[in-house]
């Protein structure tokens, strides 16, 4: 079963910076491109960023473009994404992703 678990968010004032965790388990987490999708308040799912099973190649949103580093740690099943320049419109709760399968989410709040 996949379960992956998001953690490390919480509040930050505008222009702060945040980085969070996804531990993954149920399968070869080193197989598998994984990404970072977000929901903001009242809003649908957004895509925000893409990596490769190997972690060379990222891609990213045009709103996050800059501000966000997606990395991972197929040693440790782990993926991150660093933030910075947080605005208050990045709140939302951060869900990492295999396909289909996301995590329960953390939620990023930026104080203006």
């Known amino acids: 079963e996949v379960q992956l678990v998001e953690s490390g968010g919480g509040l930050v004032q505008h222009g702060g910076s945040l980085r969070l965790s996804c531990a993954a388990s149920?399968?070869?987490?080193?197989?598998?491109?994984m990404s970072w999708v977000r929901q903001a308040p009242g809003k649908g799912l957004e895509w925000v960023s893409d990596?490769?099973?190997?972690?060379?190649?990222?891609t990213y949103a045009a709103s996050v473009k800059g501000q966000f580093t997606i990395s991972r740690d197929n040693a440790k099943n782990t993926l991150y994404p660093q933030m910075s320049s947080l605005k208050p419109e990045d709140t939302a709760v951060y869900f990492c992703?295999?396909?289909?399968?996301r995590g329960q989410g953390t939620q990023v709040t930026v104080s203006s």
């Open positions: 149920g399968f070869t987490f080193s197989r598998y491109p």
């Open positions: 990596i490769s099973s190997g972690g060379t190649s990222t």
């Open positions: 992703a295999k396909s289909r399968d």
